[in-house]
T-cell receptor, first 113, second 111 residues
Framework: EADIYQTPRYLVIGTGKKITLECSQT?????MYWYQQDPGMELHLIHY???????EKGDLSSESTVSRIRTEHFPLTLESARPSHTSQYLC????????????FGPGTRLLVL | QKEVEQNSGPLSVPEGAIASLNCTYS??????FFWYRQYSGKSPELIMF????GDKEDGRFTAQLNKASQYVSLLIRDSQPSDSATYLC???????????FGTGTRLQVTL
């Protein structure tokens, strides 16, 4: 089982609140990712990082921000939550090569009321 | 046209049968191909990956790749009820260095 952790696992929060979803991995992987997945839909990449102090936006436009100050930690922040942010957020990590082999965390299910 | 297309299913097969899951992709520059399994309420986990044309076997699983037809498939032999899950096809394109997922095919293995 992959050593990648996400907290909280479930979050119900009101509109306008600031939230931070935590993701940590103990494998020393350089690459980390945040995906968003709605039920029955594909995974959409919202942010990724190739290493410390490196962050990039993914394919899906997102109002969230990320930081990568330490290799093992890749938190995602929503400054002002909205009902449209309700979704499942999956964190993943990988080695630089071979590409495409991801270890996923257990996910955070977010409900914004 | 979606970059990675899969039939959403559900694909229902009896226990012990062969399940065949298919995936097509649009970018001819795609270089590597992955199958992830996702149980309901869980996160995806890698089953197999394939880089070269032809077949790659791992236990009950066989991945097949045909780059000319832009087609990749996953065969599951001797299907078990525990194989019931959604199978996600993912394609990595080297030039853009990104991994694109399909919507997944839901497999149901019946007793």
């Amino acid at each position: 089982e992959a050593d990648i952790y996400q907290t909280p696992r479930y979050l119900v929060i009101g509109t306008g609140k600031k939230i931070t979803l935590e993701c940590s991995q103990t494998m020393g992987h350089d690459k980390m990712y945040w995906y968003q997945q709605d039920p029955g839909m594909e995974l959409h990449l919202i942010h990724y990082s190739y290493g410390v102090n490196s962050t990039e936006k993914g394919d899906l436009s997102s109002e969230s921000t990320v930081s990568r100050i330490r290799t093992e930690h890749f938190p995602l922040t929503l400054e002002s939550a909205r009902p449209s942010h309700t979704s499942q957020y999956l964190c993943a990590s990988s080695v630089l090569s071979p590409r495409g082999i991801l270890d996923f965390g257990p996910g955070t299910r977010l409900l914004v009321l | 046209q979606k970059e990675v297309e899969q039939n959403s299913g559900p694909l229902s097969v009896p226990e012990g049968a062969i399940a065949s899951l298919n995936c097509t992709y649009s970018d001819r520059g795609s270089q590597s191909f992955f199958w992830y399994r996702q149980y309901s309420g869980k996160s995806p986990e890698l089953i197999m990956f394939i880089y070269s044309n032809g077949d790659k076997e791992d236990g009950r699983f066989t991945a097949q790749l045909n780059k000319a037809s832009q087609y990749v498939s996953l065969l599951i032999r001797d299907s078990q009820p525990s194989d019931s899950a959604t199978y996600l096809c993912a394609v990595h394109t080297g030039t853009a260095s990104k991994l694109t997922f399909g919507t997944g095919t839901r497999l149901q293995v019946t007793l």
